[in-house]
């Protein structure tokens, strides 16, 4: 895969500066030197990982689109079933079944990996305190292009292995057959040449991550994951200001979330353009029904209003939300 040389490597900057330069401006960019003392630092091979962490056990699914289709039999693989696994027996399941898909997503740290790093000034809040998960899968797999409905930032910090990831601008939404958070392209399922002429058309960046860097994927950025290599990452979600707060807290999850979301990543400029709109949206917070479909209406309008084109959903968005929905609100 070609990779267009737009994403920096860089040391960590002054928090002052890293939300200056990148979070403000949804830039994605690596940091090389994330946990820079700390000792999760020495991990950075599957045999390391063992060593410190071989008993430590996780959930272990199936990546959450192939779940989903499969629990609703659209899907060439057969549903497989949850499974709680340490490290040590997963990286023998998969010595046994390299072709799983199954893998262990946004699962909670444990207490023995928390231990082995601290988390710098640059990803603290007064608003709400960043959020660490764990990810770990083997060779081949994937997770389906999506932006996260969270509302935050993350940064990526790779122990072992290499992830390869896609990202691609909220601006490119209307390309993306937006599906709720999800794309409707299936980009594990393309050939080499499809996935270019994909990426040209949503005008994306690829980056590999090596382990001990940690790439910034902005607040709404899409992004699609697959593994290079038998890899580990830990996730550290942050940063939502206190409109992007609201959004989350206060809005259906749809794809207008992504469309409003991503002009709200930097307060003082969301109000030097559109006057009163903090305001505007906590009083929509306040005095709108609880209703669903109305605050979801309120939505599409605010992006409308902010992204400046169309934001109709189209019939298939329509039927993919409704299949969501518990089935006594259908």
Known sequence: MNEKPTVERIQLPA??????????????????????????RDIQTSEQALEAWGDEKFRIRPEYVERFMSNRGVSELPPEPIQHLSLSEYLDFTKSQPDTRLLCTEEPLTEIVRKSFRLPE???SLIDPPITQMFFGNRGN???LHFDGDCRHGLLYQVYGRKRILL???????RMMPLGLVSGWFINRLSQSERTALTDFLEGTWVTINPGEALLIPAFTSHFIEYVDDAMSISVDFGRNPMTRRLHDEFPHTRHLQLVGSHLLDAEHTERLHPGFEKELETLCYSLP?????????????AARLHGETTESSRLEELFLASQRPPESQ
């Open 122 to 124: 640059q990803v603290e």
């Open 168 to 174: 691609v601008s909220p601006k490119m939404q209307s």
């Open 290 to 302: 609880r209703d669903p479909e109305v605050r979801r209406e309120a939505l599409r309008r605010m």
């Open 142 to 144: 994937h997770a389906h």
């Open 15 to 40: 928090k002052n500066d890293f939300f200056t330069d990148y979070l403000a401006l949804a830039r994605p960019v690596v940091v090389q030197d994330f946990f820079s003392d700390d000792p999760i």
